[in-house]
């Protein structure tokens, strides 16, 4: 069974350019999360979504930052005109379903804004 | 607000030798928590959860103790092996209903051989 997927991997970018990260959630998982990790702290919640619907921002940034999760394909998460502070790693995990179930992680993107 | 903080951000220990890792949270009301292993350039690895209506739960060679009373949780790892140096995650979340998994800061064990 693969687990979530993440890609890229690593992920540079310069300042004002754009960044999307993407992230596949186990087979037969429909609840995707994302977080983000600072250097030496612990994760942050971003966003929860579900296919087609966004169930809660509440983590994310009010601009420049959006999430997506379609009815076909993986969940992307977009930074537009990146700045150095966006500099993290960001993770995404995924459910079967809300509330109860274990989040299961993937290995992340590392983004790096020169 | 709601927080989950660890008391020792660093743990060293002897190879062979038992690992306690411990946690902190605020909100009285989570009923679910997670402990994670994060090992360099990884993404978080479950490793063992417990509920609230319980205190203790075993898995190989991990135990998780939760005190709903003094709102502390610990992790143990018997005869601690290279392979378990990491950093160390507890996440809470809140009651039937939410979602959100609040992470604590995580504390690094370093296995001396």
């Known amino acids: 069974n693969a687990g979530v997927m993440q890609n890229p991997r690593h992920l540079v970018r310069r300042r004002g350019q754009e960044a999307r990260l993407r992230c596949s959630p186990m087979k037969g998982h429909s609840h995707v999360y994302w977080y983000r990790q600072l250097p030496e702290e612990g994760l942050k919640f971003m966003v929860y979504?579900?296919?087609?619907?966004?169930?809660?921002e509440s983590g994310m940034p009010k601009e420049r930052f959006s999430a997506e999760f379609p009815k076909e394909g993986p969940s992307i998460l977009r930074i537009q005109q990146v700045v150095r502070g966006d500099s993290a790693a960001y993770f995404c995990a995924s459910s079967p379903r809300s509330g109860e179930e274990t989040q299961y992680f993937g290995p992340g993107t590392r983004l790096l804004v020169l | 607000g709601e927080s989950v903080g660890l008391h020792l951000p660093t743990l060293s220990v002897q190879e062979g030798d038992n690992s306690i890792i411990n946690c902190a949270y605020s909100?009285?009301?989570?009923?679910?928590f997670i402990w994670y292993k994060q090992e360099s350039g990884k993404g978080p690895q479950f490793i063992i959860d417990?509920?609230?209506?319980?205190d203790k739960r075993q898995g190989q060679r991990v135990t998780v103790l939760l005190n709903k009373t003094v709102k502390h949780l610990s992790l143990q790892i018997a005869a601690t092996q290279p392979g378990d140096s990491a950093v160390y995650f507890c996440?809470?979340?809140?009651?039937?209903?939410?979602?959100?998994?609040?992470f604590g800061t995580g504390t690094r064990l370093k296995v001396l051989a």
């Open positions: 996440a809470e979340k809140g009651p039937s209903g939410t979602y959100k998994y609040i």
């Open positions: 417990i509920r609230s209506n319980m």
């Open positions: 979504l579900q296919k087609e619907n966004i169930i809660d």
């Open positions: 909100n009285s009301a989570s009923d679910y």
